[in-house]
């Protein structure tokens, strides 16, 4: 094809930006303006359908919901690992040094090295996981606005096109009050008039609504973001149940408080991992031994369900059954808080601590056996103990009838 046959006949070269602006050089070009649509009715309408649509909200939730639950699990998992490597490796020395030996064996040599290395990965990971975390907090907070900027919007385009409607009305008022028809009035009809009007000037309107959910958008988040780390983070339902599940895999045997909430972030609004410094008593909450049976039964948890009024736990079915034999809501059998189905959840961190009380009981028993269990070191713990949470939230769950 010979060259420039595509232009050839039907298209000409038009000039540059360059080329037009110097043609028009020494005189004042217009102000842009935006290419704008009619925002009739039916645009009205899917704006409303818009800020309706529940579901897909709905949709988006969840899946930030079940990704706040498995940076939860992870993070438990992993340091769990660790802890588990740790006390391996404090076994060894202990029996080294009571067998009076002070010179490290080679396979105390590897998981010293091995745990050194773990340890530097699991911070790593925890500190991307808990970042993680507020990235998903961020994000449902912004779900949220969006609900609100959306109606803001609609309630803008309402009253604006009421606004507009209101001097036609008027005229109608007065044109009743002194009796004069149509034909009195000249024969002309306003209807024709005024619909041409509103439609001239919702011309414009597409544009002024982009603008509009824009500032409105920008608006929310900059007031979500003057907010401190505290109110966006250390306040938050999710978080508080990472940071405790956090804090329970790395201190599951020791009973370490637990940092108060204020102390979770610096100024700056920066995480900080170990919370509050040391020796400051009157920001750590102190955390009673916890009673592993329930209130109901007075027997050893299995299934342990917590609510979101007070903060017993108790056996589900003890629990499902007490309130279905009351309608579905209750005074706590331990407290004088009213207790329903929908209120109560799968309790994970109590969960951890039955599962750790039965693990340490069963290793109890076997403690007269000569098997050294830390000759060997398995690998698959990570994956083991993470499939063993998500198999353990996925049995426990409360049907969906019960929570209606």
Known sequence: ??????????????????????????SDLPPYEPPSHPMNDAGRQALANLTNNNAEMRKYEDHLSKSATYLREVVGAINDTLFARKSQLTSKIEKRRGRGESEKGEHEAELEEYVNKLHGDVTHLTDEIEAALRQVIDYRAEVQREKLVLGSVVDQVQSERSRRQRPSRKRKAAQRISGDSDEEMGGVDDEPEEAEAVGAEDEASLTGVREALHKAREFNARQYRATSAYDRYASNNEYIAFKKMWHDAQHPEDQVPLPDASTWFDDQGRPIRDGA???????????????LTCKLTLRPLKEPYANQKCPHVFEKTAIMEYLRGTGGKAQCPVCTKELRIKDLYLDELTLRKVKRAARAARESEDRSSNADPDEQMDESVLMGESTQLRSGRANNEVKQDDSE
């Open 277 to 291: 410094p040391g020796g400051d008593e009157d920001l750590i909450i102190e955390r009673e031994v916890q009673d």
């Open 1 to 26: 094809m010979p060259p420039g046959r595509l232009v050839q006949g039907s298209r000409r070269l038009q000039p540059t930006a360059s080329a037009s602006t110097s043609a028009h050089n020494g």
